[in-house]
T-cell receptor, first 109, second 114 residues
Framework: KNEVEQSPQNLTAQEGEFITINCSYSVGISALHWLQQHPGGGIVSLFMLSSGKKKHGRLIATINIQEKHSSLHITASHPRDSAVYICATQLQGAQKLVFGQGTRLTINP | DGGITQSPKYLFRKEGQNVTLSCEQNLNHDAMYWYRQDPGQGLRLIYYSQIVNDFQKGDIAEGYSVSREKKESFPLTVTSAQKNPTAFYLC?????????????FGPGTRLTVT
């Protein structure tokens, strides 16, 4: 069974801090997604990656296929980064996603 | 503007009534999905459709029904058989196929049944 675990569940930090959110999964996958959910509920896709590292602005996502682990990093964090960050995995040949429970990030000014 | 719309944003129903949640996309995506989100839990797949006139049950399909008569539309009906219908419902779409594709999400509908 494909299980996705995120840590921490909740994270509070001060503006400017470097943030790391972790995601571990249990089976081989074709891709891993990082999503952002704002308080209103809408979800935005941040990254989809199957190997290595991707960067978009202050956000960096990495994945280690052998260790079945991915991290999402936020540099120079800002209060507008406050949201729930969700990791989801996708199996080979399937479009269905399996989701982690999310990490609630709060950045204080 | 391309995207996914869900309506309404908030929906209130009495127990025992069926209710239909709307999901429309103009991204020309073949695949569409319905997810349910409960507090403290990850999103769970209710139903998905890879192509018009075809759909499959997800992990928690009991008490729900869908149709896919048009590529753009994938409505979800929450029936009276669903034991705990109060939740946040999200619709998504993606390009179909064997290669992984990004999913695009709608703004969600918060359903409250009393």
């Amino acid at each position: 069974k494909n299980e996705v675990e995120q840590s921490p569940q909740n994270l509070t930090a001060q503006e400017g801090e470097f943030i790391t959110i972790n995601c571990s999964y249990s089976v081989g996958i074709s891709a891993l997604h990082w999503l952002q959910q704002h308080p209103g509920g809408g979800i935005v896709s941040l990254f989809m990656l199957s190997s290595g590292k991707k960067k978009h602005g202050r956000l960096i996502a990495t994945i280690n296929i052998q260790e079945k682990h991915s991290s999402l990093h936020i540099t120079a964090s800002h209060p507008r980064d406050s949201a729930v960050y969700i990791c989801a995995t996708q199996l080979q040949g399937a479009q269905k996603l399996v989701f982690g429970q999310g990490t609630r990030l709060t950045i204080n000014p | 503007d391309g995207g996914i719309t869900q309506s309404p944003k908030y929906l209130f129903r009495k127990e025992g009534q069926n209710v239909t949640l709307s999901c429309e996309q103009n991204l020309n995506h073949d695949a569409m999905y319905w997810y349910r989100q409960d507090p403290g839990q990850g999103l769970r797949l209710i139903y998905y459709s890879q192509i018009v006139n075809d759909f499959q049950k997800g992990d928690i399909a009991e008490g729900y029904s869908v149709s896919r008569e048009k590529k753009e539309s994938f409505p979800l009906t929450v029936t009276s058989a669903q034991k705990n219908p109060t939740a946040f419902y999200l619709c998504a779409s993606s390009i179909s196929g064997t290669v992984s594709h990004e999913q695009y999400f709608g703004p969600g509908t918060r359903l409250t049944v009393t």
